[in-house]
């Protein structure tokens, strides 16, 4: 995969992850941090970002959960204040999966150990739900 097929959405940790000493992302990753996102508004970030990307035959989305506010989604090994909001990721992820070129999807990062009760699956499945939901003609 080429850096140029890739979109980095709505990430937050750029200055650990410097400290820490990780390398940068690469000049030709299209990256849109949290702080980007938040300045264009989640869904016409995520149009963006899908523009580049629907450029190409198709593309995958991938989801990490960490990316929502560790507020509402604790249920990480990577916990981080701030994120997207349960409202934000359904109109990224609409946005995302709606277009012809989406080819596929995956979420990742979720922790079931740390979700007990299952509370926050049930959120995350919820938020899932209605961004795949298909809307059509009524029946």
Same mark, same amino acid.
């Given at each position: 995969?080429?850096? !140029?097929?890739? $979109?980095?959405? =709505?990430?937050? +940790?750029? @200055? %650990?992850?410097?400290? *820490? =000493?990780?390398?940068? /992302?690469?000049?030709? /990753?299209?990256?849109?941090?949290?702080?980007?996102?938040?300045?264009? #508004?989640?869904?016409? *970030?995520?149009? #963006?970002? $899908?523009?580049?990307?629907? %450029?190409? @035959? #198709?593309?995958?989305?991938?989801? @990490?959960?960490?990316? &929502?506010?560790?507020?509402?989604?604790?249920?990480? @090994?990577?916990?981080?204040?701030?994120? &997207?909001?349960?409202?934000?990721?359904?109109?990224?992820?609409?946005?995302?999966?709606?277009? %012809?070129?989406?080819?596929?999807?995956?979420?990742?990062?979720?922790?079931?150990?740390?979700?007990?009760?299952?509370?926050?699956? =049930?959120?995350?499945? +919820?938020?899932?739900?209605? *961004?795949?939901?298909? !809307? =059509?003609?009524? $029946?």
């Amino acid at each position: 995969m080429r850096d !140029e097929d890739v $979109v980095a959405f =709505g990430f937050r +940790d750029a @200055d %650990e992850s410097a400290a *820490a =000493g990780s390398r940068p /992302l690469p000049p030709g /990753l299209y990256a849109l941090a949290l702080d980007d996102v938040r300045a264009a #508004g989640a869904g016409e *970030a995520a149009r #963006g970002a $899908v523009a580049r990307l629907a %450029e190409r @035959d #198709g593309f995958w989305v991938h989801l @990490d959960v960490d990316v &929502l506010d560790d507020a509402i989604m604790p249920a990480v @090994d990577y916990r981080q204040p701030g994120g &997207l909001s349960w409202a934000e990721l359904e109109d990224v992820l609409r946005t995302a999966l709606g277009h %012809e070129r989406a080819v596929g999807f995956d979420v990742t990062i979720f922790n079931p150990r740390l979700d007990p009760d299952g509370t926050i699956a =049930g959120r995350l499945t +919820d938020c899932l739900r209605r *961004a795949l939901a298909v !809307e =059509g003609p009524p $029946v």
